[in-house]
């Protein structure tokens, strides 16, 4: 079946996890977490995709987005100073560890260490603050994530972005875009005070901050020793192969750690889960290899470690809100179709245009896509908020044993919905009244609205080592 474009903007993504909330959508308080529809069925939808318990003392995030700690905003009397830090350090010995780092702030999307992202630059001042980096050899910068409501205000803990491979565009692109910068995040930064926090506003210049990076990953300390070991001559082959032996050395170095009870613990929850989806026939669901290689091990000495299983769960949580706008578009779709078969004289689906611009659509098409967007809106942009400040939290954990703690929660309350539905289908047979409505349906990218081919079932998504989905 062709698949049909209309022309209208429900949403501008950069990413995944940003792909799901209309730009122009602003969360207003700290209720975000709880349920604010009036239509039918909402709370029951919102309830059955949810990954914390928000009836438990325990929720990391039962404060919302004040669950997570964020610098006072730029517009601020005093913005020199995070309550945070105000709250908890009595001295000021963190602060003259600090140093004076370029501020990149990346919207509401978390960053976690030692993941790899390409980014493409245009605007004039981080145009500007590449071409610094490059001139000081620093080759590095804080990104941050903004907060959801307050403009000019970022999250106290963020991630430092180390860059790998740069190159200059602005001939191919008409000067649209200067540069294409691949990074790989390196560790954590705790951000204590934002330095020129007028050029928010006048966009001089980029920000900058003080923060003291935390290298609880290994990889700075690991790269000094590198350089002070490695030949500059060393060829290519060599060093390939050096990475190789260094690839399988942390995948035997991680079968031969001892884990804790909680790294044993959370191993088992996130096994159930994988026996649960696959149990229920989830769509979108971990394969049965995954739950043998998720790792707990602290640090990127091994592989899998903690780091490489809360990007997996990052990735899981995204791609269920895919699939639930899919399954929220499919009856528009289905009455876009009909619409132009029969309204507008079209036949076969090779006669079926490949966009349509909203105007062309009848009076009713186009209320009921814009009721449409309002109740996406309405109904994901809670689960997004929830799974953003899920890995915030996780983020800005003190140590490994928090975030181990962090991910506990969240995967046995993942577990916790699972058997639940499972039990529901095993009491009532599977009947579809009797079980919460479908909630995955076949996976589209994100791109709203198009028509849906259910003859094609599509795989989801894979991770780096493409054996993690189904």
């Known amino acids: 079946m062709t698949n049909i474009l209309v022309a209208v903007a429900f949403c501008a993504s950069a990413s995944a996890a940003s792909a799901f909330v209309p730009t122009s959508s602003k969360l207003t308080n700290a209720d975000t977490l709880s349920h604010g529809s009036t239509r039918r069925g909402t709370s029951r939808r919102h309830r059955?995709?949810?990954m914390v318990d928000e009836d438990d003392d325990g929720n990391p995030l039962a404060r919302g987005v004040d669950s997570v700690s964020w610098l006072?905003?730029?517009?601020s009397a005093d913005p020199s100073r995070s309550v945070f830090d105000a709250a908890t350090s009595e001295d000021e010995d963190e602060e003259d560890n600090s140093e004076t780092l370029p501020l990149f702030p990346l919207g509401g999307v978390v960053y976690t260490p030692n993941s790899e992202h390409i980014l493409n630059i245009f605007e004039p001042r981080y145009r500007q603050m590449y071409n610094d980096i490059l001139i000081n050899g620093s080759k590095r910068f804080v990104v941050s994530m903004s907060h959801p409501s307050e403009e000019g205000r970022f999250a106290q803990v963020g991630v430092l972005f180390s860059l790998e491979e740069l190159k200059e565009v602005s001939e191919m692109t008409a000067d649209q875009v200067k540069y294409i910068c691949n990074h790989r995040v390196t560790g954590r930064v705790k951000l204590h005070k934002v330095l020129n926090p007028e050029q928010w506003e006048k966009r001089e210049t980029y920000l900058k901050v003080k923060g003291t990076i935390i290298d609880d990953t290994g990889f700075l300390s690991k790269k000094i020793e590198d350089n002070d070991?490695?030949?500059?001559?060393?060829?290519m082959d060599e060093q390939i192969s050096k990475k190789l032996v260094s690839s399988v050395k942390k995948a035997a170095a991680a079968d031969m750690i001892e884990k804790s009870p909680d790294e044993a613990e959370l191993e088992r929850a996130f096994i159930d889960v994988v026996d649960f989806q696959h149990d229920l026939s989830e769509d979108v669901r971990f394969t049965r290899a995954s739950a043998r290689s998720f790792g707990v091990a602290e640090g990127t000495d091994v592989d899998p470690n903690l780091w490489t299983s809360i990007r997996l769960w990052q990735s899981y949580a995204e791609q269920r809100l895919v699939a639930n706008q899919n399954e929220m578009q499919k009856e528009f779709q289905e009455r876009l179709v009909d619409y132009l078969k029969k309204d507008m004289g079209k036949e076969g689906d090779e006669e079926l245009p490949s966009a349509i611009g909203f105007q062309d659509l009848s009076p009713e098409l186009q209320k009921e896509l814009i009721d449409l967007q309002k109740r996406m809106t309405a109904e994901l942009k809670p689960l997004l908020m929830e799974q953003t400040l899920s890995m915030q939290k996780i983020?800005?954990?003190?140590?490994h044993k928090g975030r181990v703690d962090l991910m506990l929660y969240f995967v046995n309350a993942e577990r916790k919905r699972l058997q639940a539905k499972k039990t529901l289908k095993s009491m009532f047979g599977g009947s579809p009244t009797a079980v919460a409505e479908r909630e995955i349906a076949e996976?589209?990218?994100?791109t709203l609205p198009k028509l849906d081919d259910p003859s094609?079932?599509?795989q989801l998504f894979n991770d780096d080592d493409d054996d993690s989905w189904q």
């Open 229 to 235: 070991r490695e030949d500059d001559e060393t060829g």
């Open 443 to 446: 996976p589209e990218p994100p």
């Open 456 to 458: 094609q079932k599509q």
């Open 72 to 75: 006072p905003s730029v517009y």
């Open 48 to 50: 059955s995709l949810r």
């Open 395 to 399: 983020l800005e954990a003190e140590d």
